[in-house]
């Protein structure tokens, strides 16, 4: 295993561990693994007896079978050439998890760990000098470099046949432009610029999908593809072996390009990395070392595999073993058992239109810390150890038990994660340093984002330590938690306007914030969960669905806070795929009738607030309109050629492919709305001067704006009265 470290000077150096990967196999029969001990074909170091827990609930160890290989590739070499008729009788474990994830795992490290490093005759041992439950950690001082390339175009889009025009290095505050001389010079240019720099980190945007493999295609076309090394490894880089590829999550598809990895430095591509865009370096850093996932792998993949690999190290440290494929995903149920169980969470459908003086009360973190509280874990649901004793804990309303005497390994991992959590914020709250508040910040929103997907995971079809019965036992328990908030809610005097999961907005005649957190303290001390009062709202609107006026919507709404800060969910302005026209024109609004104290004043900002919606309309008409503000994002859902109607994004992904460009399912497109057949420009073909179909966004600001106002009387057909009449004016 090859290590990089870094000094606390910022030297880097390289180290190399003797290092061999298992994987382990268990049978009811010790003489059904007589197969594995008879294939000589396989590239196996050799076997070894061990004993461990098989699974997650067991109180006893197993005999079992450990195999080791001599490289890591010889893992997926044996499990490649596996006979699965060979393991109908045979369990195996620790089969696909990542080898330097497996080594952290052995060696009880995890990435920017403080070390020590003994260097012996077979290999490396460690002092470990940090630790990965700490908050407040210090960071190495790492380097950093950016690099950004400008294609000569022959199209209208940059393409690999396209030479190269410049590229441009940024580093320590200075920009290096490599422009002079072949295509040829500029390559070699920018291998010598990097080996001068000697980063730690690089960072692109696009990278994995445009920025190094258009690179390597010059290379591979100018021939110096063996002299195109930009890692500390000495290594060329290449064309990845295999293709991005789309896959389909929680009711969407996606899209993951090849990834470009440097050896010896840590390759960011931020338009490809949730957790750097969404919680920045340290929200990264954070991830890592709590999960013990290596620093490239942890910037590419979900925060869920992230949380996994936190789950596999507590199980690894218990000795109990890791399944390669999920064999338990589901107990049996009759009908009647999956109509009590199968039910989601509390839910209290508020009424269309607008309150004043609400209190909203919030759970926090509600479904982690029920799963920790109640030590809700698929090994511990339903549990045969404590089936038939007295003291059995209990899933309301389906009487699930629940083990009382061993604490499930994803409880244990969620502990980490809320206590971790809870103390960012402490100290958020403490230093008056601005900049470790950011910091502070940043690796908490990384921990809630895992907290927050955690839940989800438990009813994964393919989570390592998931289940249905411990997902469907969260919502039973969250179910009750409501409920039982909403009657002593009651108890109080207070009325519940809207409740939803993990939230109930109350309201109660000539209440103050007092009496909030009074009521939040009793229902923290009743329930033994934390509570936090989110704020008194002056005035807040419950928005209608668009297709049925009458019904509401859960999640859409907006208000304004006593202190006069907004809080907006569900509408345009929150959603990624809306035209900034539209966002800002909704922004605009609120901000107008934020200024409202009660319901009298904010129908009387009404019309006021209408002629800010005339203003953006026009500047629309007169072409006063930035395009890029007309962009509409669409994510496609299949691959271009695979659509059968013309759908808007649709033929912006054609376009681009016509125009030699590359996409598939899963990666978004961007486009504005013309005149025409084609109807769309997606955004790589068009300039400041390209028209757009007016009468289309004015219907988009018309449908925006009754979005937010229909409640009030103003729907689509009366708007586009008032604001093309000389009510208007």
């Given at each position: ?9 910022g030297k880097p150096i390289r180290l190399c561990d003797t290092w061999r990967p298992s994987i382990y196999a268990s049978a009811r029969n010790s003489s059904d693994l007589s197969p594995f001990l008879r294939r000589e074909d396989l590239p196996i170091s050799e076997f070894t007896v061990d004993y461990k ?320 509280k109640h030590n809700l874990s698929p090994e511990a649901i339903s549990c045969k150890c404590c089936a038939h004793t007295e003291t059995s804990m209990q899933v309301p309303e389906l009487h699930y038990n629940l083990c009382d005497k061993k604490v499930g390994i994803v409880p244990h991992t969620l502990r ?170 909704q922004r605009d609004v609120i901000a107008h009738l934020a200024s409202a104290r009660d319901r009298a004043e904010f129908l009387t900002l009404l019309p006021s607030a209408l002629q800010l919606v005339r203003s953006h309309i026009s500047r629309l008409e007169r072409g006063q309109v930035n395009v890029r ?101």
């Open positions: 295993m090859v290590l990089w470290l870094i000094t606390r000077q827990y098989v699974d997650p609930g067991d109180f006893e160890r197993t005999k079992v079978l450990r195999i080791t290989f001599q490289r890591s590739k010889d893992v997926t070499a044996f499990i490649q050439n596996i006979n699965p008729r060979s393991l109908i009788d045979i369990r195996l474990f620790n089969v696909d998890v990542p080898a330097a994830q497996l080594y952290l795992y052995e060696k009880d490290l995890f990435p920017l760990a403080f070390v020590r490093a003994h260097i012996e005759r077979d290999g490396v041992s460690w002092e470990l000098l940090d630790d990965a439950d700490s908050c407040q950690y210090a960071t190495p001082p790492l380097r950093g470099a950016r690099i950004a390339l400008h294609v000569s175009k022959s199209g209208r889009i940059p393409t690999f046949k396209d030479p190269l025009e410049s590229i441009v290095v940024t580093a320590n505050g200075v920009v290096s432009e490599i422009n002079c001389g072949s295509e040829i010079d500029k390559l070699l240019d920018l291998v010598k610029l990097i080996r001068e720099i000697d980063p730690d980190v690089i960072l692109t945007e696009n990278g994995d999908a445009f920025v190094f493999p258009y690179l390597i295609h010059r290379a591979f076309q100018n021939q110096i593809s063996g002299q195109l090394i930009l890692d500390r490894e000495g290594t060329p880089l290449h064309h990845p072996r295999k293709p991005g590829r789309s896959y389909f999550s929680y009711g969407r598809i996606y899209y993951r390009p090849t990834p470009t990895h440097l050896l010896g430095r840590l390759h960011l591509d931020i338009s490809n990395d949730f957790i750097f865009e969404d919680c920045g370096l340290q929200g990264l850093f954070e991830i890592a070392r709590t999960c013990r996932t290596p620093l490239t792998r942890a910037s590419r993949e979900t925060i869920g595999t992230n949380m996994t690999s936190l789950q596999m190290y507590q199980a690894f440290r218990r000795d109990i073993l890791i399944p390669w494929k999920k064999n338990d995903p589901e107990n049996f149920k009759s009908a009647w058992e999956l109509l009590k169980a199968d039910r989601g969470g509390f839910i209290l459908e508020p009424k269309v239109g607008l309150f004043e003086n609400v209190g909203e009360i919030d759970f926090a973190s509600l479904y982690p810390t029920l799963m920790m980490i994660l809320l206590h971790k959590r809870a103390q960012y914020k402490t100290l958020m709250t403490k230093t008056t340093d601005e900049r470790l508040r950011n910091v502070y910040d940043q690796r908490q929103s990384a921990l809630k984002w895992s907290l927050v997907t955690s839940f989800g995971y438990l009813g994964y079809k393919n989570a390592r330590f998931g289940k249905i019965d411990a997902h469907i036992g969260v919502c039973a328990f969250a179910r009750k938690i409501l409920r039982e908030t909403v009657e002593f809610a009651q108890e109080y005097g207070f009325s519940v306007v809207h409740g939803i999961v993990d939230s109930v907005w109350l309201t109660r005649r000539n209440s103050d914030k007092s009496n909030y957190l009074d009521l939040c303290s009793a229902i923290e001390e009743r329930l033994g969960l934390p509570v936090s009062f989110e704020g008194l709202y002056r005035w807040i609107v419950f928005l209608p669905s668009r297709i049925n006026s009458q019904l509401p919507v859960l999640n859409r709404y907006y208000g304004v806070f006593e202190n006069g800060t907004s809080k907006i969910r569900g509408i345009e302005y929150r959603r990624r795929d809306a035209p900034t026209i539209i966002k800002n024109c503000d007309l962009l509409i994002t669409k994510q496609l859902s299949k691959n271009p050629s695979e659509y059968t109607h013309n759908v808007t994004q649709a033929i912006a992904a054609k376009q681009l492919v016509n125009e030699g460009g590359q996409i598939a399912a899963g990666q978004s497109v961007s486009y504005i709305l013309q005149n025409g057949r084609s109807s769309v420009l997606t955004s790589e073909l068009i300039d400041d001067s390209v028209p757009y179909d007016v009468e289309k966004y004015r219907q988009l600001l018309l449908e925006a704006t009754a979005g937010l106002i229909s409640p009030f009387g103003y729907d689509k057909s009366r708007l586009a009265t008032l604001l093309t009449s000389d009510h208007a004016s």
